[in-house]
Each structure stands twice: as structure tokens, then as C-alpha cells.
């Protein structure tokens, strides 16, 4: 077991505004200080404030920045906050110098990781870079979407960066974790002698299935109703149990594809009171569906879009859309048990957690073929692809679920089997833990070689 202390460097760590990277760094966390190994979390103060917080045993403290980048409004600065920001901080570089731990395992690219690089090398301590998919496997459509936010603005960061070179973090990482199958292929090719791992990410299992009456957030949930109870969240939002719900769990971004389910909705509307599909093999009748949208938005102009769109379909009634409940709260779980489908229709996906959520939930789950989700789900088995480019490929899927209870129930319960006996959080820490041990090991011996050539 690691005896080292673990620093947490991540660009934004904020709870109300939730994503994988957030995840994957708190529950490692969490799983790490229960196996006695000093653990914290470092971050910028993105969308929050600066200072220390202490959560679960764990310290969390943020710290101010910059973009460095003239001409950038506060429009811009929190779009960037929400996705693609590369910010500078003097005072979480200073927190980096000072700390005492014997990892840092970074979270981040760029800047956040090339202030990492500098420090490691300052105090001879190895550091460790996570790619969450963000370096070799996203999409030029979504990279020009994130420039957006640095259009007519002048970036004076690029004479900072020849001194601070992120050009140089993966070259001089001591090990590169890979949470898509994808890069990992990509980083083993480009550092074949590098420690490396392909690492999935991991789920609560227990705190989905509606088994567990506990979670990281109350979410304003009285203590003697904290029962995971999807009827609650139906009658919440009046939302009719002869409705079948599909769920998407997700950011409101264009990366995400949640406008693909809109269209669906539009369509499986459309099938109502036609003679066609007027009934399936599942008791004689075409279902009703509705559509539960859940997730911050990092992406203002697409989320206007959707309502737009809402509109005018005239789908106002069949679509419910919750800007983002807290991770793991009772009423995120709530809106899993609620549900009777999951759709990820994601253009650019390196892993999914959110279908690791669905599995644990025993949701049937249907998912893009592509990126880490062709890799995660079997097609038939423990879940169901279809092409997110073409419009009428996720209507036929739906529509054959239909006329198929028996497999509906089949890759419900095989996925839920695999959440947790495959992705429990416990077997993914002790594989991080196991790769810690391989780092500090590359690193003495790589210390070793240099001192006697």
C-alpha cells in the first residue's frame, strides 16, 4: 500500500457544477483517505470562491486566477470557467512549491498541469497526469466551439508559456493515466516505456440501486426521508406513472447531442394514433414516453436552442429539463429510479461514467458507438449502440426495445451486475494505488540512472 501523501491538482472542483473529472477526484479521494493515505484537493477558484473547505475528512482549497487574455469580458471568462478555460494561478503555483506530498497526480492539461511539471521537478517528486479525454480524442467541431470564448481577445499568456512550457507535462510526467481506451492507445504508442494504464472510472454501485439511504449530498432531503424513491421525483414534477421515462444524465452541451432526444421525442409523438405503429409486441399498446434532461450547462447558446426547439415541436408537456442536481444526492438518485431508459447520444465521449450511474440505477441503457462508449458497452449484452449521426438509427433502437421486453430486462440487469462487480470505486483505487507504487518506483530508478550513467 502507498504511504506517500497525494496531492489532487484539478482545474475547477465545484459541486454544484459536476462533471466525470469532478468525480473521478473526489471518490478516489475519498476511497484513498479510507485506506490511510493523506489526501487533498487543489484547484482554482472557478465558479466559486477562493479559500479552504474541508468535505468528508478531505481538504479542498481554491485558489485565484487568470486567463491570461486581454479583451476577455465576464461572459467569456465564465465560459470558459464551465469548459476549456487554461488559466495561470500565482498562488496555487506558490501551494504547489510548498506542499509535502509525494505525488501530485494532475487532473488537468496545459497550464494547470505545466505549474504542476515545475513544482514536481523543483522538489524531485514524480507527478502523474490523468487525460479524462480531453488531449487526442476531441472532436475539431468541439475545439472551435471552445474557442469561441477567446474570439477579439489578445492572449499575453503565450510569453508566460515559453517559460512554464506545457508542451513538455506528458513528455515529463512520471506515469499517464487514460480514461478512455482510445488515448490510451495513442499514449502507449507515443511512451511505450512511460508507466501507463488504461483506468475506468467507478461508481457507487449500492448508492443507485435504491438500496442505499445515504449519499454525498442531503440535498435539502429531511433525515427520515432520505429513501431513494423515484415515485417522489414523478409526482414532483407531475410527471404521470404510465409515462415511460427516458433519461439522460449530462452537461447541456453540444458535445452531449441532448437535441438528438428532443427529436426523438418529435418522432416517437408522431407514431400516436397511427395506424402503423398503432401496436408493438409490448402489451398491444404504444408506449408513452417522456423525456427528463438533467445537467449544468456549459453551453448557453445550445441550451436555448433545446428550448427552442421544445417549442416548437410542441413538446412542452413530454420534457422536463433540471439544470443539475448534486452528485450522488438523494435527489439525483431519485431521478435514476425514476426512470425506465438511458440515453447518452454524446457526438464525443472518452468514458461515460453516467452510464456506470444508469447500470448501478438497473436502467437498460442505449449509447453512441463511438469514442470510450464502444469500447464500455457490448452491443446486446449489457446495453445498445446506435449511430448519433444518423437521426433515424436511436428511434429504431427505441422502438425495438419496445417490441423487446425480454431484452430490455436483460441489458438492465447484466449492466448492473457489471457496475458493481467491475467498476465499484474500491477495485479502481486499488489499481490507482497499484500504479502510484509503479510511478514513485519508474521515478527512483529513472533518479538512480542519472546520478550514475
Known sequence: MVDS????????????????????????????????????????????????????????????????????????????????GDPYSLSLFIALLKSHCAIYHCHSMQRIAAMVRIAARARNVPYILSLHGGQYTVPRSEIADMAKSTKNTLNYGRFLDVLSRPDRVLEDAGGIICVGYDEYEVVKKRFPFKPTIYLPNGVNSDAYS????????????????????????????????????????????????QLALVELMANLNARKGTKKEEKTENNGVVKDYHLVLVGPCTNVN????????????????????????????????D?????????????????????????????????????????????QKNGLHFNPFKPSSLFDVIVNLEKNPLLEKRIGARGQKEAKTQYSWENYTKRLVQFYEDVERWHRSKASKALNP
Not at 466559486?48 to 468535505?55: A, F, I, L, R
Not at 429510479?337 to 447500470?359: R, T, Y
Open 210 to 257: 435504491g438500496d442505499s439511504v445515504t449519499g454525498a449530498h442531503n440535498d435539502g432531503v429531511e433525515n427520515g426521508d432520505r429513501e431513494v424513491d423515484g415515485g417522489r421525483f414523478r409526482k414532483q414534477h407531475k410527471i404521470a406513472d404510465t409515462k415511460t421515462i427516458i433519461l439522460c444524465v449530462s452537461r447541456i452541451d453540444p458535445q452531449k447531442n
Open 335 to 379: 431521478v435514476y429510479q425514476s426512470a425506465d431508459i438511458f440515453v447518452l447520444p454524446s457526438v464525443h465521449e472518452p468514458f461515460g461514467i453516467v452510464v456506470l450511474e444508469a447500470w448501478a440505477a438497473g436502467l437498460p441503457v442505449i449509447a453512441s458507438r463511438l469514442g470510450g462508449l464502444a469500447k464500455l458497452i457490448d452491443d
Open 302 to 333: 445550445y441550451l436555448d436552442q433545446i428550448v427552442a426547439t421544445i417549442a416548437q415541436r410542441d413538446l412542452k408537456e413530454s420534457v422536463t429539463l433540471i439544470s443539475g442536481l448534486q452528485p450522488e444526492s438523494i435527489a439525483l438518485k
Open 5 to 84: 501523501s497525494i496531492l489532487h491538482v484539478v482545474r475547477r472542483f465545484v459541486f454544484s457544477e459536476w462533471g466525470g473529472t469532478e468525480t473521478v477526484v473526489w471518490n478516489s479521494a475519498l476511497k484513498l483517505l479510507a485506506l490511510s493515505t493523506p489526501t487533498s484537493i487543489i484547484s482554482t477558484s472557478a465558479l466559486d470562491s477562493p479559500g479552504v473547505e474541508q468535505k468528508s475528512g478531505c481538504k479542498i482549497e481554491r485558489f485565484p486566477y487568470i486567463y491570461p487574455r486581454l479583451g476577455l469580458n465576464s461572459e467569456k471568462r465564465i465560459a470558459m470557467d464551465k469548459k476549456g
